[in-house]
């Protein structure tokens, strides 16, 4: 098993920056990818960004260029920087880690963007 933990959401005014992280516990060897997924009201959950165990990284249209996703020297972590942030951008964030047989969601971190 493994657990996530989010960390870093606030409220932040258009136009500034956060820095979300995600720590993995537990069966740590086994992780794989991870990622972070948000889901706003009345929205579907969507991918935002991913990377890779080999460092290889993806994002959504709509935050390429804003956001950047990394991991800690540990492997065990992962963030989220986001910048120019915009409303729309409002959303809960999920960390997300994947093993060969499974995956493991962490429980959210909110970020409101508002003037």
């Known amino acids: 098993q493994v657990q996530l933990a989010e960390s870093g959401g606030d409220v932040v005014q258009p136009g500034g920056s956060l820095r979300l992280s995600c720590a993995a516990s537990?069966?740590?060897?086994?992780?794989?990818?991870m990622g972070w997924y948000r889901q706003a009201p009345g929205k579907q959950r969507e991918l935002v960004a991913m990377i890779t165990s080999g460092g290889t990284t993806n994002y959504v249209d709509s935050v390429k260029g804003r956001f950047a996703i990394s991991r800690g020297n540990a492997k065990n972590t992962v963030y989220l920087q986001m910048n120019s942030l915009k409303p729309e951008d409002t959303a809960v964030y999920y960390c997300?880690?994947?093993?060969?047989?499974?995956?493991?969601w962490g429980r959210g971190t909110q970020v409101i963007v508002s003037s």
């Open positions: 537990g069966s740590i060897d086994r992780i794989l990818n």
């Open positions: 997300k880690a994947y093993s060969p047989v499974s995956a493991y």
